[in-house]
């Protein structure tokens, strides 16, 4: 099954006319997945029995459908690691929320995907089991931190899966791989069951070539959850009634700050075409200003690590996860376990978020982090009052070489600077493909209000039609 040249509609056609069975979709897909691997390494663990629901109601769209999921997910049954050593043989004994969902919509999980350590990173280079590698040239990174998930379905391994958007990681990777991936409000799709890195910033997206198949998946995997007291229980809208839309009279907001240095000029200029048409179209173009963009990447920072160390304290080697051996005492476990068991980039982030919320450093460093927190949601809601959605590039540059910038951690960071601040305000944000720099995929970016994602599937839905960037197939994998 060559999923480059297939989504859920397709799929969904063979399967109800009876050209493929289910049995038969599972087993090419898993066959396929194996079958590129050795090239991509986009998954940590491939579920080699896998089989469909039974009795598929094939009036579901979904019935039937593979999909991998990002291995910070929870899976009964399935290990389930967040790419660490420290949970290398980690079983669930559960599903997360969105899992129960997926699997009522008789989905069949076939993989849990490749992605940075703990959701740490902007690469996935940090995983303890080795960098994934980019379709489109496989000397290239896949972004982070959901880079698995990306390459899976921009290389053709699954038509759909499932990442985590904490500072930018479904919508980097997406824009690096040449494919669609949306962040949700928080708390539109439930967190129960997500490993967690950074409580107030983790929203589980959605990733495919075609933006229909993200509003279809979306609308299963969204709405209340008894498990989740920070999810919305307002109804959830049909998503895919935003297709097909044109976008005559909508109010497109251009920030000044996301055309400024350290945005490579080709992606500006490819950027400025797509917003060219919106305008040609009968869009209006408004240009804005947002203040506190220069803040975000070290705000950031300080919130995510406080919340990570906090969060990180439960893998202590005593529970379950990763032991240290030759330990000789409790303190002992502890720091063998911890010291043995997480990366580089996850001690970073402990360390820094512990130094954050120390009793000498709080007041400095978590508690104005907070404020400025404020001001850059502030921001937002001044521009929404007049403007229906926001866009710009999604990253400042294509996919950087493996091995380039992992050990200038400040300059990883910088790469999420366009993409933090929609998780910093809460709001909803995708990236959709705008085209090729040098062979390589560009991502255009497009924020909406709290709860708006229908904005968001009408504009990425406009721009698919008219670039038609799904025709294109990675140059990577041609060999």
Same mark, same amino acid.
Do not use: C
């Given at each position: &099954?060559?999923?480059?040249?297939? +989504?859920?509609?397709?799929?969904?056609?063979?399967?109800?006319?009876?050209?493929?069975?289910?049995?038969?979709?599972?087993?090419?897909?898993?066959?396929?997945?194996?079958?590129l691997e050795p090239k991509l390494n986009a998954m940590i663990t491939v579920v080699d029995d896998a089989k469909p629901a039974e009795?598929?109601?094939? =009036?579901?769209?979904?019935?039937?459908?593979?999909?991998?999921?990002?291995?910070?997910?929870?899976?009964? *049954?399935? @290990?389930?690691?967040?790419?660490?050593?420290?949970?290398?043989?980690?079983?669930?004994?559960?599903?997360?929320?969105?899992?129960?969902?997926?699997?009522?919509?008789? &989905?069949?999980? #076939?993989?849990?995907?490749?992605?940075?350590?703990?959701?740490? $990173?902007?690469?996935?280079?940090?995983?303890?089991?080795?960098?994934?590698?980019?379709?489109?040239?496989?000397?290239? /990174?896949?972004?982070?931190?959901?880079? $698995? %998930?990306?390459?899976?379905?921009?290389?053709?391994?699954?038509?759909?899966?499932?990442?985590?958007?904490?500072?930018?990681? /479904? @919508?980097?990777?997406?824009?690096?791989?040449?494919?669609?991936?949306?962040?949700?409000?928080?708390?539109?799709? %439930?967190?129960?069951?997500?490993?967690?890195?950074?409580?107030?910033?983790?929203?589980?997206? /959605?990733?495919?070539?075609?933006?229909?198949?993200?509003?279809?998946?979306?609308?299963? !995997?969204?709405?209340?959850?008894?498990?989740?007291?920070? /999810?919305?229980?307002?109804?959830?809208?049909?998503?895919?009634?935003?297709?097909?839309?044109?976008?005559?009279?909508?109010?497109?907001?251009?920030?000044?700050?996301?055309?400024?240095?350290?945005?490579?000029?080709?992606?500006?200029?490819?950027?400025?075409?797509?917003?060219?048409?919106?305008?040609?179209? *009968?869009? !209006?173009?408004?240009?804005? =200003?947002?203040?506190?963009?220069?803040?975000?990447?070290?705000?950031?920072?300080?919130?995510?690590? %406080?919340?990570? =160390?906090?969060?990180?304290?439960?893998?202590?080697?005593?529970?379950?996860?990763?032991?240290?051996?030759?330990?000789?005492?409790?303190?002992?476990?502890?720091?063998?376990?911890?010291?043995?068991?997480?990366?580089?980039?996850?001690?970073? @982030?402990? &360390?820094? *978020?512990?130094?954050?919320?120390?009793?000498? =450093?709080?007041?400095?460093?978590?508690?104005?982090?907070?404020?400025?927190?404020?001001?850059?949601?502030?921001?937002?809601?001044?521009?929404?009052?007049? +403007?229906? #959605?926001?866009?710009?590039?999604?990253?400042?540059?294509?996919?950087?070489?493996? $091995?380039?910038?992992?050990?200038?951690?400040?300059? &990883?960071?910088?790469?999420?600077?366009?993409?933090?601040?929609?998780?910093?305000?809460?709001?909803?944000?995708?990236?959709?493909?705008?085209?090729?720099?040098?062979?390589?995929?560009?991502?255009?970016?497009?924020?909406?209000? @709290?709860f708006d994602e229908e904005s968001i599937f009408q504009v990425a839905d406009?721009?698919?039609?008219? +670039?038609?960037?799904?025709?294109?197939?990675?140059?990577?994998?041609?060999?």
């Amino acid at each position: &099954m060559n999923y480059l040249n297939e +989504n859920i509609e397709s799929l969904h056609k063979k399967l109800k006319n009876g050209d493929i069975t289910a049995e038969e979709l599972t087993q090419d897909t898993l066959k396929n997945i194996k079958e590129l691997e050795p090239k991509l390494n986009a998954m940590i663990t491939v579920v080699d029995d896998a089989k469909p629901a039974e009795d598929l109601d094939l =009036s579901n769209e979904l019935a039937g459908i593979p999909i991998a999921i990002k291995d910070n997910i929870i899976t009964n *049954g399935i @290990r389930t690691t967040a790419a660490s050593h420290i949970l290398d043989n980690y079983m669930p004994v559960y599903d997360a929320t969105v899992i129960s969902k997926l699997k009522k919509a008789q &989905m069949t999980i #076939v993989s849990k995907a490749n992605m940075d350590e703990f959701a740490m $990173g902007s690469s996935s280079e940090t995983s303890y089991f080795g960098t994934p590698k980019n379709p489109w040239d496989l000397t290239k /990174v896949t972004g982070g931190s959901s880079g $698995g %998930s990306a390459a899976a379905v921009a290389g053709g391994e699954v038509v759909a899966a499932l990442g985590s958007d904490t500072g930018g990681s /479904v @919508r980097q990777p997406a824009a690096f791989n040449g494919i669609f991936g949306i962040k949700p409000t928080y708390g539109r799709v %439930s967190r129960w069951g997500l490993i967690a890195f950074s409580s107030s910033l983790d929203q589980i997206g /959605v990733m495919t070539k075609r933006v229909a198949d993200s509003a279809k998946i979306l609308n299963v !995997i969204a709405g209340a959850d008894d498990h989740d007291s920070t /999810v919305s229980t307002r109804q959830v809208p049909d998503f895919t009634k935003a297709l097909g839309k044109d976008v005559k009279s909508l109010r497109v907001a251009v920030p000044e700050e996301y055309f400024g240095e350290g945005v490579e000029q080709e992606v500006k200029d490819l950027i400025n075409e797509q917003i060219k048409v919106l305008e040609d179209n *009968g869009a !209006i173009i408004n240009k804005v =200003s947002l203040p506190h963009t220069k803040y975000v990447v070290p705000d950031y920072y300080i919130i995510a690590s %406080s919340e990570a =160390s906090s969060n990180l304290q439960r893998y202590d080697g005593i529970r379950y996860g990763y032991r240290a051996k030759d330990t000789k005492n409790l303190l002992d476990v502890y720091v063998k376990s911890r010291s043995e068991g997480f990366g580089d980039e996850v001690k970073r @982030r402990i &360390m820094l *978020g512990s130094f954050a919320l120390s009793a000498g =450093s709080y007041d400095r460093f978590f508690r104005q982090a907070a404020k400025v927190r404020t001001l850059i949601a502030r921001d937002f809601e001044k521009i929404f009052e007049d +403007n229906d #959605v926001i866009v710009g590039p999604t990253t400042p540059t294509t996919a950087f070489k493996i $091995g380039s910038s992992i050990q200038d951690p400040l300059k &990883m960071y910088a790469n999420d600077i366009l993409t933090i601040s929609a998780n910093m305000a809460g709001i909803p944000a995708a990236s959709v493909p705008a085209g090729l720099v040098d062979g390589m995929p560009v991502g255009f970016q497009i924020m909406a209000k @709290r709860f708006d994602e229908e904005s968001i599937f009408q504009v990425a839905d406009f721009i698919e039609r008219n +670039n038609k960037f799904y025709e294109k197939k990675p140059t990577g994998l041609e060999d």
